[in-house]
């Protein structure tokens, strides 16, 4: 029997989960040709996230988890549930059922046809900020057109995986992780599924302003040097235009005899200038800051307990 691992990254969840598994259980239990393993990577949750993982497994020998050390974020606890899941296909899910279960099954059809990468493209999102869709869209038009990359829009981290994509996503080691840029960066045969985004079945979501704004930049930096170009290009721009405004000043006061006035010129061209700096300055900056945490070469996550003894990566290790 083929081998199906449902991967669940879970921040405190506790509300969530018993719905999520009962909705599981019914979908799971229709699809009697695979053998399932419900994957929950624990993200240093605070609540009785791990205490409920952990009663469901005594019920279910379907059920497993990998309990992270603290809290990584989703992008690692993504990673980590790779490296722990070890199936044919593994399937990526949230565990606030946004992203309805019972499009698994469609999946799995698709990739008994030989799709690798069957993704999920979102045509509404339910119980979401007007804000939070509207910078959503504008924000993958801009990634879209500056990534070296496709990067599919509207599409979250629902989707399906065949083994051959989870172990090359498991190579890239990188600890500012744009997981959706990374799933179109190793390519694969993909395939697309519609499907309407519930709103979430219980808590609040785990992702502020602050953690989009940071992943919203890791998705430009990490596919894209565009910025880096765009620094250049309007240092170039301003640059002729200076030249131009010095030839115009040059020309009139030897030839008219008329000496530039006034101070207010003078001071916008400066701020001007310094604003442009300070930019391009900042640009720079993310990208070396970005050079600077590769270089550390730090594991991306410590687990502190699982279900199993499993065969670790190269940079992930066990303590406790
Ligand atoms: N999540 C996680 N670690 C975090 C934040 C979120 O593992 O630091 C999980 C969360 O439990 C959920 C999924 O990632 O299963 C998506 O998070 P959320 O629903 O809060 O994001 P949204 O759907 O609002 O973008
Ligand atoms: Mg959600």
């Known amino acids: ?8 990254p879970t921040y405190n969840e506790q509300e969530a989960l018993p719905y999520l598994y009962e909705r599981l259980n019914r979908i799971t239990n229709q699809l009697t040709n695979y053998a399932f393993t419900f994957l929950f990577v624990n993200d240093g949750s605070t609540d009785d996230t791990l205490a409920t993982i952990k009663k469901m497994q005594q019920q279910d020998y379907r059920v497993r988890f990998v309990n992270l050390s603290r809290n990584y974020g989703k992008e690692i606890a993504m990673i980590a549930g790779f490296d722990h899941a070890c199936a044919d296909a593994t399937i990526l899910l949230d565990a606030d059922l946004q992203d309805p279960p019972e499009i698994i099954v469609q999946m799995l059809e698709y990739w008994e046809c030989g799709y690798e990468d069957v993704y999920a493209k979102r045509i509404s999102r339910k119980g979401e900020t007007w804000f939070k869709k509207w910078s959503s869209k504008k924000y993958y038009e801009v990634l879209q057109k500056m990534a070296t990359i496709d990067i599919p829009k509207d599409t979250g981290d629902f989707r399906l995986l065949d083994r051959k994509c989870v172990e090359a996503l498991k190579e890239i ?148």
């Open 1 to 8: 029997m083929k081998q199906i691992c449902i991967l669940i």
């Open 173 to 320: 080691r990188e600890t500012q992780r744009y997981t959706k840029g990374l799933f179109s960066f190793v390519g694969f045969k993909k395939k697309e599924i519609l499907f309407e985004r519930d709103a979430r079945v219980a808590g609040s979501t785990k992702w502020n302003y602050k953690k989009l704004f940071q992943l919203a930049i890791d998705g430009i930096t990490s596919f894209s040097v565009a910025p880096l170009r765009l620094a250049s290009i309007a240092g170039a721009g301003i640059l002729v235009i200076t030249i131009l405004t010095l030839l115009f000043i040059f020309i009139e006061s030897i030839f008219l005899g008329r000496a530039p006035t006034g101070t207010m010129g003078i001071v916008t061209v400066i701020l001007f200038l310094g604003g442009v700096q300070l930019i391009s300055i900042g640009l720079l900056g993310e990208y070396i800051g970005r050079i600077f945490m590769e270089t550390k070469n730090r594991p991306l996550y410590f687990v502190e307990s699982h279900t199993e003894q499993v065969v670790y990566q190269d940079k992930s290790r066990k303590i406790g």
